[in-house]
């Protein structure tokens, strides 16, 4: 059983940024595959970005392509995403979430999801 905790989110301006981590408990982190989806409210959850486990390959939504950057620390069991340049319809609830496969991009392929930090960017 792996443990998801995001954090990092917050009330930030338009054109503003923020870091947000994905912290593990339970297994390795390096295990798995790691992705980072949003919802925001009255949409469905989306993909945003994902990881391999070691941290050699990354691929992303092509809305968020150029602003957002998805990062991974297997010493530290964490993961981050580094989101720049942000715009009111980057508002909603980021989670992250765990795939014992290669790289991902379905709701449905993953196995393990944190409970969601909320982000709202203000125009």
């Known amino acids: 059983q792996v443990q998801l905790v995001e954090s990092g989110g917050g009330l930030v301006q338009a054109g503003g940024s923020l870091r947000l981590s994905c912290a593990a408990d339970?297994?390795?982190?390096?295990?798995?595959?790691m992705a980072w989806f949003r919802q925001a409210p009255g949409k469905e959850r989306e993909f945003v970005a994902v990881?391999?486990?070691?941290?050699?390959?990354?691929y992303y939504a092509d809305s968020v392509k150029g602003r957002f950057t998805i990062s991974r620390d297997n010493a530290k069991n964490t993961v981050y995403l580094q989101i720049n340049s942000l715009k009111s319809e980057d508002t909603a609830v980021y989670y992250c979430?765990?795939?014992?496969?290669?790289?991902?991009?379905?709701?449905?392929?993953?196995?393990?999801w944190g409970q969601g930090t909320q982000v709202t960017v203000s125009s």
């Open positions: 990881i391999s486990r070691s941290g050699a390959s990354t």
């Open positions: 339970g297994r390795t982190l390096s295990s798995y595959a």
């Open positions: 979430a765990a795939s014992s496969g290669l790289l991902p991009s379905l709701r449905r392929d993953f196995d393990y």
